[in-house]
């Protein structure tokens, strides 16, 4: 062991190394060449050096730096000083080194130790270890807690405040029509102004609809109110159809597809209409045959001879629904207006009873029985008003929303046949491409006899498959869109319903209150006419002079006595003899 080429005997003890130093710094022979030979054992002397005691100087450390000692509770014991470390060894090693000694030991070792401001991350624990909290700094301004915000989307969702009034009659007897006022306000970029009029007739809005229709295919578009050609001057017709178009223009503006339209901002913002809509029909012909977007593909949308059968089960079932619902609409709309008759025919009952009452008052047979007859005949005029008024709200509010969705069913159904034209192009185009195929492969077949044909049946074949594909896409895009659709149709229908069926509620309510009053007002009436006079109080019948001269006989009826109540009358009507003469 004594010829160890690296010189150092780990084995051998402190005591067993030489107590003499050596006599130079050069390296012993352990560290020369094996060829350079052996010296005498004096020159063998290693130097005391300070490294060789360094593997040995982590244990004698002492126990307060061992994970486990401070899990007993009590305090660390004060350091021994080893007699293995030198005087110049460095101080006890920082907390980075505490740090890596924790995070090395064993995963049996037991937790971490307390107070310390790193943990082992390696230990296991009841729960998982979520990052260390995070301590704000000191004199930083607290963190803002922000509301959840709205989507993108809905952010920059433009807004339509939409108003129709003011209408009024315009032309001659022959070409006479109503003409309404539209106020927009909006927060679309899209307009040139944020607020501005219009002034559209009927024929207008029809245009609207069956362009947002035409170049929507899919899309559920509010439809406006129908044709009337007799009472279309009326005042409760003029209202009726203004509050439907109001409600048609809102719902258009509202939807997330239409509102991007173009020609519903021709509508709403263009002072030059009729110029408008022409100069937009001569450059766009085909959209004035109905024919939209399936044309602009090149896709034939004329009537199909095949019959189409829905294989999808869920247009199958809203079509059957959406027939069921119609049916029961139209009945409701007709109930509705045999109440609105009703309503009206109590109105001229009331009417005609309050004039035979006011001509039956003006016999003046005597003035007991003119003057209760007159009062009835008041009522019966203010409870004809209430009829007349109860009436018309129910046009306006249930009868308006019935009538509304029945028009919107008819828009849906409208959604569906043109889904139908896209399916029945799809097939067509297939058909084309089919027959194409079959050309181009008998070409083939005959040799290379006819190349350029070849290559322009092989060029019809491509265009056939292209637009094939647009139809099928179409189709498909159809079918999800409409889902979406019959989907908002759906919410929307109830919440129309309920706030029209609330509003009609509330106006029945009312109206009974009202009725309940004046009712209750008049035999309140009958009853003090009816009742003898107060002991002082002047008679019903009296004049206003008599009440003064009773006031100024109180004091005789005072003087008379017990015995004279009955005379008091008397008394009073005798002073106002004198106070006349």
């Given at each position: 062991?004594?010829?160890?080429?690296?010189?150092?005997?780990?084995?051998?003890?402190?005591?067993?190394?030489p107590?003499?130093?050596?006599?130079?710094?050069?390296?012993?022979?352990?560290?020369a060449?094996?060829?350079?030979?052996?010296?005498?054992?004096?020159?063998?002397?290693?130097?005391?050096?300070?490294?060789?005691?360094?593997?040995?100087?982590?244990?004698?450390?002492?126990?307060?730096?061992?994970?486990?000692?401070?899990?007993?509770?009590?305090?660390?014991?004060?350091?021994?000083a080893?007699s293995?470390?030198s005087?110049?060894?460095?101080?006890?090693?920082?907390?980075?080194?505490?740090?890596?000694?924790?995070?090395?030991?064993?995963s049996?070792?037991g937790?971490?130790v307390?107070?310390?401001?790193?943990?082992?991350?390696?230990?296991?624990?009841?729960?998982?270890?979520?990052?260390?909290?995070?301590?704000?700094q000191?004199?930083?301004?607290?963190?803002?807690?922000?509301?959840?915000?709205?989507?993108?989307?809905?952010?920059?969702?433009?807004?339509?405040?939409?108003?129709?009034?003011?209408?009024?009659?315009?032309?001659?007897l022959?070409?006479?029509?109503?003409?309404?006022?539209?106020?927009?306000k909006?927060?679309?970029?899209?307009?040139?102004?944020?607020?501005?009029?219009?002034?559209?007739?009927?024929?207008?809005?029809?245009?609207?609809?069956?362009?947002?229709?035409?170049?929507?295919?899919?899309?559920?578009v509010?439809?406006p109110?129908?044709?009337?050609?007799?009472g279309r001057?009326?005042?409760?017709?003029?209202?009726?159809?203004?509050?439907?178009?109001?409600?048609?223009?809102?719902?258009?503006?509202?939807?997330?597809?239409l509102?991007?339209?173009?020609?519903?901002?021709i509508?709403l913002e263009?002072d030059?209409?009729?110029?408008?809509?022409?100069?937009?029909?001569?450059?766009e012909?085909?959209?004035?045959?109905?024919?939209?977007?399936?044309?602009?593909?090149?896709?034939?949308?004329?009537?199909?001879?095949?019959?189409?059968?829905?294989?999808?089960?869920?247009?199958?079932?809203?079509?059957?629904?959406?027939?069921?619902?119609?049916?029961?609409?139209?009945?409701?709309?007709?109930?509705v207006d045999?109440?609105?008759?009703?309503?009206?025919?109590?109105?001229?009952?009331?009417?005609?009873?309050?004039?035979?009452?006011n001509?039956?008052?003006q016999?003046?047979l005597?003035?007991v029985?003119?003057?209760?007859?007159?009062?009835l005949?008041?009522?019966?005029?203010?409870i004809?008003?209430l009829?007349?008024?109860?009436?018309?709200?129910?046009v306006?509010?249930?009868?308006?929303?019935?009538?509304?969705?029945?028009?919107?069913?008819?828009?849906?159904?409208?959604?569906?046949?043109?889904?139908?034209?896209?399916?029945?192009?799809?097939?067509?185009?297939?058909?084309?491409?089919?027959?194409?195929?079959?050309?181009?492969?008998k070409?083939?077949?005959?040799?290379?006899?006819?190349?350029?044909?070849?290559?322009?049946?092989?060029?019809?074949?491509?265009?056939?498959?292209?637009?094939?594909?647009?139809?099928?896409?179409?189709?498909?895009?159809?079918?999800?869109l409409?889902?979406?659709?019959?989907?908002?149709?759906?919410?929307?229908?109830?919440?129309d319903?309920?706030?029209?069926?609330?509003?009609?509620?509330?106006?029945?309510?009312?109206?009974?209150?009202?009725?309940?009053?004046?009712?209750?007002?008049?035999?309140?009436?009958?009853?003090a006419?009816?009742?003898?006079?107060?002991?002082?109080?002047p008679?019903?019948?009296?004049?206003?002079?008599?009440?003064?001269?009773?006031?100024?006989?109180?004091?005789?009826e005072?003087?008379?006595?017990?015995?004279?109540?009955a005379?008091?009358p008397?008394?009073?009507?005798d002073?106002?003899?004198?106070?006349?003469?």
């Open positions: 062991m004594d010829d160890s080429p690296w010189g150092d005997v780990p084995s051998k003890s402190q005591e067993d190394a107590a003499e130093p050596s006599k130079g710094n050069g390296p012993t022979d352990s560290t060449a094996p060829s350079s030979g052996r010296r005498p054992p004096s020159s063998r002397k290693i130097p005391a050096r300070k490294v060789e005691v360094q593997p040995t100087k982590l244990e004698a450390v002492d126990d307060s730096l061992d994970p486990l000692g401070p899990l007993s509770g009590g305090e660390p014991a004060p350091a021994a080893s293995s470390v005087i110049d060894q460095g101080p006890t090693p920082p907390k980075k080194e505490l740090n890596a000694r924790v995070n090395r030991q064993p049996g070792a937790a971490a307390p107070g310390s401001d790193y943990e082992d991350t390696t230990l296991p624990l009841r729960r998982p270890k979520g990052p260390p909290p995070v301590q704000p000191a004199g930083a301004p607290p963190i803002r807690q922000t509301p959840s915000s709205v989507s993108i989307e809905q952010a920059a969702k433009p807004t339509f405040d939409i108003l129709v009034g003011d209408p009024h009659k315009v032309g001659d022959t070409s006479s029509h109503i003409v309404y006022q539209v106020r927009t909006t927060t679309s970029k899209a307009y040139k102004q944020p607020e501005f009029a219009v002034s559209r007739r009927y024929r207008d809005f029809l245009w609207l609809y069956n362009s947002l229709h035409n170049n929507n295919p899919g899309v559920v509010p439809p109110p129908e044709k009337q050609a007799v001057f009326d005042t409760e017709f003029v209202e009726s159809r203004r509050q439907a178009l109001e409600r048609m223009l809102n719902k258009t503006a509202a939807h997330p597809i509102h991007h339209d173009g020609d519903l901002k509508f263009s030059a209409f009729n110029v408008d809509v022409k100069n937009k029909e001569n450059r012909p085909d959209l004035g045959q109905n024919k939209g977007m399936l044309s602009a593909i090149g896709i034939n949308v004329g009537s199909s001879s095949g019959k189409f059968v829905e294989h999808d089960d869920w247009f199958h079932d809203r079509k059957i629904y959406l027939d069921a619902l119609e049916n029961q609409l139209k009945a409701l709309l007709k109930a045999t109440v609105v008759e009703q309503r009206k025919g109590l109105a001229a009952a009331a009417g005609e009873f309050a004039v035979s009452l001509s039956l008052a016999v003046d005597s003035p029985f003119s003057g209760p007859l007159q009062s005949s008041d009522v019966q005029m203010r004809r008003e009829y007349e008024r109860q009436a018309q709200q129910d306006l509010t249930l009868a308006i929303t019935v009538d509304e969705y029945i028009r919107l069913i008819g828009s849906v159904k409208q959604a569906f046949t043109q889904r139908q034209k896209a399916f029945h192009a799809w097939h067509s185009a297939e058909s084309e491409l089919a027959k194409r195929r079959s050309a181009h492969e070409l083939l077949r005959q040799g290379k006899s006819q190349q350029d044909k070849l290559n322009e049946v092989g060029a019809g074949v491509s265009d056939a498959e292209k637009r094939a594909h647009q139809a099928r896409l179409l189709f498909e895009d159809m079918g999800r409409m889902r979406g659709e019959l989907e908002r149709f759906e919410r929307e229908k109830v919440e319903f309920k706030s029209g069926v609330e509003t009609f509620l509330e106006g029945a309510v009312e109206a009974q209150k009202e009725l309940i009053e004046l009712w209750e007002t008049f035999l309140f009436q009958m009853d006419e009816d009742e003898p006079p107060l002991k002082g109080q008679a019903p019948d009296q004049p206003a002079a008599a009440e003064n001269s009773q006031q100024e006989g109180l004091p005789i005072r003087e008379a006595g017990e015995g004279q109540e005379a008091v008397a008394t009073a009507t002073v106002a003899l004198e106070q006349d003469a």
